[in-house]
């Protein structure tokens, strides 16, 4: 059964990235029908394309088929947004969602729960469900310009509870501080880490925490990436040193991106093994 207020999706492996769309609801209809006459369309997904990538959409209403396209501007937790090309077939897409939303009858809220909060009716809930959210995922305004205009203690404040491709932008702010907000974020997987570790301006403060959680150096390539980061304190690397095998202390001790202390250090331990 599909939730009030969204529309049902079914994947499709047609083209770059295309989703097929099929309304099938009245206050889908409707919120459907306002986001054209701006020339955009949201789309419900727990996969995210990449930013400003190429897209294309195959919209089913009313008994036809609209394959429009555009290109996706902005992530929301439960989806994305398109801006769409104009052209003809938005045309018909945009006329055909209207006639379908006019004729539709209208939609009965469900009852709050006693106690909670009235919510307001949309497609897209905004982060946190608060009036007072730091970015919009319904805005126009791409997330990383939104994101871009924030204050460091606002994205500080962000990062500890962003959603995934909130914490791909701030994971990469100029000002270190916020890396370490994005990492202790408890949302944050162990294939999100693995990445993070492997970039050369990650905050050292934010490798040396990771360093201290057992869970993420169950992974080896979180582990060497940690090791072999420039960025990581040398105190740190060498406390790791004990726990890489021959192969990967091999491989530190030949590597030009670690420090001279550290490929010494890796060379000992192997000459202690017997294996140089």
């Known amino acids: 059964m599909n939730a009030p207020g969204r529309t049902r999706v079914s994947l499709s492996s047609i083209g770059d990235h295309v989703n097929r769309l099929t309304l099938n609801d009245p206050a889908a209809l409707k919120a459907v029908a306002d986001a054209l006459k701006a020339g955009g369309l949201y789309v419900p997904s727990d996969d995210w394309p990449t930013l400003f990538a190429p897209i294309a959409v195959t919209v089913a209403v009313d008994g036809q088929e609209f394959l429009v396209a555009g290109r996706t501007v902005n992530h929301a937790p439960a989806g994305y947004y398109v801006q769409l090309d104009a052209g003809p077939t938005v045309d018909g897409l945009t006329a055909a969602v209207a006639k379908a939303a006019v004729a539709a009858p209208a939609p009965v809220p469900p009852s709050p729960a006693p106690g909670a909060e009235a919510t307001s009716e949309g497609l897209a809930p905004p982060l946190g469900g608060g009036r007072n959210s730091l970015v919009d995922p319904s805005s126009d305004v791409p997330l990383h310009k939104q994101i871009a205009d924030l204050t460091v203690q606002e994205k500080i404040k962000l990062a500890r509870t962003a959603t995934r491709p909130m914490r791909r932008i701030l994971i990469r702010a100029v000002d270190k501080r916020i890396h370490v907000a994005v990492v202790k974020n408890p949302s944050v997987g162990d294939d999100e880490i693995q990445e993070y570790t492997s970039i050369g301006g990650l905050s050292p403060a934010a490798l040396t925490w ?46 030009a991106r670690v420090r001279q202390a550290l490929q010494q250090a890796a060379k000992r331990k192997l000459m202690m093994s017997g294996v140089i």
């Open 210 to 255: 990771i360093a201290t959680q057992r869970q993420y150096l169950r992974n080896r390539r979180t582990l060497m990436n940690i090791v072999m980061n420039p960025q990581t304190p040398q105190t740190t690397s060498l406390k790791l040193l004990g726990m890489l095998q021959n192969n990967e202390l091999l491989r530190v001790s030949r590597s």
